[in-house]
């Protein structure tokens, strides 16, 4: 456990080097002069200078790599070209708000997603199997921003049940803050829940055809007995880890779904610093994330081994 | 005698399976497949919109009416108009050249630099592998939307960025899907027979291990075709590709957004668009992933 532990670290540290500079290198990416690009309307060369002096634009691109990388590694991300706060600053204001948007969601895909895979398992080829399939299949392709507009269209407009924008911190007021995060939770989570249920649905097959269930059906057990304690415990050690790699789904989903129901998070962070030309907020939040996900990688690997004796030896 | 006829009939179809030609078997297979069948032909009823778009659209799609401000659908407007007077139904049959197109070429991109580098990794091995998969890991390790509107937005806004874009950060899935297959398949009997024969490197690489990956490929790039054509719609819809007034689902989402309340229509049938088309590919890729898995013989 403790070799691969060792191993699995050795191994963040060339992801995580590739990781910085191919977030770096998309700065040259803009087009021609790349201060002239970050200035926008300015055109005051003091302006200018200041660009090339604060990102030291003028010196080789190793130099200017290193100097970017020295910052991060403190904690220092640079600061947004337009508001003038620090992007570490600005991170920390609005991650809480995306962590509690994918907290959410990811509940509400675990809830619908999983019992959909063992009903859909235990029922194959009945009525059942074909309906969680259909919506399996409905999670996966419906544009999450298409679907939180028609959400906000019924929910808000028609029945006026649910706030159409905005957001409220659980600890200002916890039931304003669950009526105006659950629309945008559910379109998040619908399209995990899609995954999550074909996961769960070909584990649980896998694991119902094994001889251990079948010994327990040979015992007399009652079916419902075989398939809650037998069979759904070893099918979804893994589909458990595997909510924790649908984090990439989840921050990406974000990124609309946060716009579209002008929630502060990170997502819309990341879309105002695009309008913006704030580019150091741009690297800033795709290299946390990059990171976190790297992480949470690495944290589902353990709880995958943790979770499986037969691993752990 | 019942089963001795199945068991007959069974062995004759098992026999029929062995003198097929494996392409002729597997559109066979692809072709028993209801939901497939009802993708490819949605999909190619979409590809028909979007070739004969100028004679099939009822309207011209950038044609302005103030007379005809968000007019809900009619005998004259069945998707009804747009915020400028503009008919839905004309824009969603042009729009699908935006979506189709940035499927295609995105996953085009994806496939012309993954399958190659994919197939130099895993049959080089060495430092070249270890370096392009650490590449690998590090594009994977950023989130796939989010990547894509970092790159389309330091690229700047247009349709042909965000494809190149989307392609790029596509890229990854092919180079490690290509690796994966490569490996796997360069330790059977007829690689190691064509490498005995004294055939050169690339040449056992392009004609011996790619065409026994490409049904892997094949599902892939069909289902990284829906995924684009949704991430598509997503930059149009943050006004990071296709630019007004030529019209996108994803951009027609994006204004219509405003005029949720008096016009519902404008958002309803763009979306929908994206919906049908994602879900035939998604269909359809299914569908090639069972015909072609020798297991489902």
Redesign the interface.
Known sequence: MLSFLAKRLVQLIPTLFFVSVLIFSLQQLLPGDPALVMAGEERDPAVIAQIREQYRLDRPLPVQYLYWMKGVLSGDFGESLRIKVPVRELIGQKLPVTIQLASMAIVIAFLIGIPAGIVSAVKKGTAWDYAANLFALWGISTPNFWLGIMLIFLFSIELGWLPASGYVPLSVNWRASLAATIMPAFVLGNAIAGVLMRHTRSAMLQVLESDYVRTARAKGLMERSVILKHAMRNALTPIITLGALELGTLLSGAVLTEQIFSIPGFGKLIVDAVFNRDYAVVQGVVLVTATAYILLNLIADIAYILANPRLRA | MTDAVIAGAGAGRVAADDQESPGRRALRRLLQRKGAVAGMIVIAGFILLALFAPWIAPYDPIATSWSLVRKPPSQLHWFGTDELGRDVLARVIYGARASLLAGLISVGIAFGVGVPLGLLSGYRGGFIDGLIS??T???L???????A???A????PSLSNAMIAIGITATPIFIRLTRGQVMSVKVEDYVEAARAMGNPRWRIALFHILPNIMPALLVQATLSI?AAI?AE??LS????GQQPPTPSWGSM?NS??RF??NA?WM??W??LA??VV??SF??VGDGLRDALDPKSR
């Open positions: 650490r590449i890991d590090a594009m390790a950023c989130p796939f939307l989010i990547l509107i970092a790159l937005a330091f690229l700047g829906a949704i719609a997503a819809f943050l006004g990071l989402l219509a957004q949720l309340s519902p958002a309803l763009p979306g994206i919906f994602v879900v998604n269909l």
